[in-house]
């Protein structure tokens, strides 16, 4: 038998659904309950940062414009006039010719299956062309074609606006043969003053007042519900795009861009405030669950349960560094220049200028004297190959990161403690941690060239994206915002187990874990009867760099014991075994501790595993490969081999 047949709980990053984390092993008892009531992101499976969630089907229909309706221009009615005649060969091929002189509309093909209002594509390919061909196209209210000799192919999206034609200039000697096709476009949208449609894409041009100027595509909600809604904006020359739902302004910038919304109403409303641009890619997915979903992370390349403290990110605009609370000094920004750690195109090019100074991008803040923050940046190497991160601006207040060999390369004495993370495509994330030390700081991203102060070209530049502040004395992980901070809760994992899983009187407590940080507090990962009085658990301690071991039976402490680890942010596979007068502590394939006097709850008594003290209290923040439970105690051997790495 090997030693996973004997484990009753076997739980791995493999399977998790909304509030819950699914063992491999032990049936739907030993499943965990999550619970977390917000947002949240992780590394996905293939490297990129997400927002983890269940995500709905797509409530738009036709969100790129490219749909378009069966052929129409079949239906049509010549108009001949005098000597100008024009004549069907073929379904959608004509030929048309003029003696000249009869009139300066005819002859005309009337497209009969227009209807007003909406939005059409037509195409005409000309061949065979002799005289003066003048072609012309009229929507109902003005010629949008005239003058056109048909020697280049015509491609015209229009606005029906009444009877809709197509004519020549019968006054002219012509002859030539023509092929039309005429489909409908823009399905689905109601498109206000100033919006148009385009080749895959809604154009506005600026014009209108507030508020006649939306597009709109009703019956896309369902009030109090969440939906992601992303687009992508192209063209930019000015203005704002705005969700008119609930007023929230898409960043001024080229780009696919996402925003979270709250339902209140069924149609899905784009407002332009003077905006020049175009949009396409238009996604609506409601958000079936995200805030209760286990987090399945794998910023290393190797899948961990991730369980965090609750955290809050103090920059508002963590991706938007055009927004005015980015404050750019000798430098200059520009936007969606590369793809992110998010995979999607919003990262910024972050240029120095020509002084002789610093060139910084920096976000004010306040703050409280004496806590401890930290500040991150994800940071990606351009024609610069070192960039700084900063609280104010003294040498001794700034840490330097070598983007090319992913290394610390100088920290200021003024700083805590720092640190960088590869995320892959050259991308890191730099971080530091220090405590404050007065109540508004400048916290700072620049550019390096042998120093932080130095002559720039005013083109060498790094790329940034994805900006954190945090109360905290680590950085975790990422928090997006746009216009206010966010605040992730804390991961809350408990109510696996029962006394048929558990056996009170011997086992095996066992977890390949390592923590967030060396933070000095108490996070635990137990077995229990759901309270303080009857536990037995691995714990990271309030000693620096420890691991350690707490047993209470009947409210009575009968084991307190710490080891000194080198470094617990490394995995590590610790077991706890647990027998009336036999206890023992493996660590990586040793024993660490023993104990030959120590009692064991009586049967019947354990019956949850979680990951917390037992009654919810300290809970584990880290990341987790596995944990399990084995109801009878191992042998030396068996435990070996369990935690050898």
Not at 25 to 45: I, Q
Not at 236 to 264: E, K, M, R, W
Not at 280 to 307: C, H
Not at 549 to 568: H, K, L, R, T
Request: charged share 15%; with cysteine; proline share 2%.
């Amino acid at each position: 038998m090997s030693l996973l047949e004997k484990a009753t709980i076997i739980t791995t990053p493999t399977a998790q659904s909304n509030g819950k984390l699914h063992s491999i092993k032990g049936g739907a008892d030993a499943d965990f309950d999550v619970v977390r009531d917000s947002l949240a992101t992780r590394v996905n499976a293939e490297g990129l940062i997400e927002n983890i969630s269940v995500i709905g089907d797509e409530e738009i229909t036709n969100g790129a414009f490219a749909r378009q309706g069966s052929e129409i221009a079949d239906n049509s009615t010549i108009s001949n006039l005098g000597t100008a005649i024009m004549t069907k060969l073929s379904p959608l091929n004509y030929n048309a010719t003029s003696g000249g002189g009869e009139s300066t509309i005819r002859p005309r093909l009337s497209l009969n299956d227009v209807t007003q209002g909406k939005y059409y594509r037509i195409r005409v390919s000309g061949s065979n062309q002799s005289g003066n061909v003048n072609f012309k196209l009229y929507n109902g209210s003005e010629y949008v074609i005239t003058g056109n000799d048909l020697t280049t192919d015509i491609d015209l999206y229009f606005k029906a606006e009444g009877a809709t034609f197509i004519a020549f200039d019968g006054s002219d000697s012509f002859n030539v043969d023509f092929t039309i096709s005429l489909v409908e476009v823009g399905q689905f949208w109601t498109f206000e003053t100033g919006w148009s449609v385009g080749e895959n894409k809604a154009i506005s041009d600026g014009s209108g007042s507030v508020p006649l100027t939306d597009l709109v595509q009703s019956n896309v909600f369902t009030s109090g519900s969440t939906y992601k809604i992303s687009l992508q904006i192209e063209d930019f020359v000015s203005g704002n795009l705005q969700l008119q739902n609930n007023t929230t302004d898409f960043p001024q910038s080229n780009g696919t861009h996402v925003i979270y919304y709250t339902a209140g109403g069924s149609s899905l409303i784009l407002r332009s405030l003077s905006f020049i641009g175009s949009i396409t890619n238009i996604s609506v997915k409601e958000i079936i669950d995200a805030t209760n979903i286990p987090r399945i992370d794998y910023t290393t390349g190797e899948g961990v349960i991730l369980t965090e403290p609750q955290s809050t990110n103090l920059i508002t605009y963590s991706e938007d560094f055009s927004d005015a609370s980015w404050n750019k000094v000798r430098s200059s920004v520009s936007s969606n220049e590369i793809v992110s750690p998010s995979g999607n195109l919003d990262a910024y090019k972050f240029f120095d200028s020509t002084d002789n100074n610093t060139h910084l991008v920096f976000d004010s803040q306040s703050v409280n004297i004496g806590s401890v923050y930290s500040f991150s940046f994800f940071i990606k190497k351009g024609t610069l190959t070192k960039a700084f991160l900063a609280w104010n601006s003294a040498i001794n207040q700034s840490v330097v990161f070598d983007l090319e060999n992913g290394l610390v390369d100088r920290e200021g004495v003024d700083v805590d403690s720092s640190n960088i993370e590869d995320y892959g495509n050259d991308w890191f994330k730099c971080s530091f941690t220090h405590t404050a030390s007065m109540p508004n700081i400048l916290y700072r991203v620049g550019t390096y060239d042998g120093n932080i102060t130095y002559t720039g070209t005013g083109n060498d530049y790094v790329y940034i994206w994805g900006a954190q502040l945090e109360e905290l004395p680590y950085s975790t992980s990422y928090i997006p915002t746009s216009g206010a901070t966010a605040t992730r809760f804390a991961d809350e994992l408990s109510g696996a187990g029962s006394t048929d899983l558990i056996n009170s009187e011997e086992g095996v407590l066992y977890a390949d874990i390592s923590a967030l940080a060396d933070s000095s507090t108490n996070r635990y990962i137990s077995l229990s009867d759901g309270t303080q009085d009857n536990r037995i658990l691995i714990r990271y301690g309030t000693l620096s760099n420890s691991i350690g071991v707490y047993v209470e039976i009947g409210n009575a402490p009968q084991i307190n014991q710490i080891i000194a680890f080198a470094d617990i942010t490394t995995s590590s596979k610790v077991a706890l075994k647990y027998k009336l007068n036999d206890y023992a502590l493996w660590v990586d394939g040793s024993e660490v501790y023993s104990s030959a006097n120590s009692l064991v709850p009586s049967i019947g008594t354990l019956n949850a595993l979680n990951f917390s003290s037992g009654d919810g209290s300290f809970s584990f923040y880290g990341k987790t490969k596995t944990v399990a439970v084995f109801s009878e105690a191992l042998s030396d051997e068996e435990l070996t081999c369990l935690t050898t790495i």
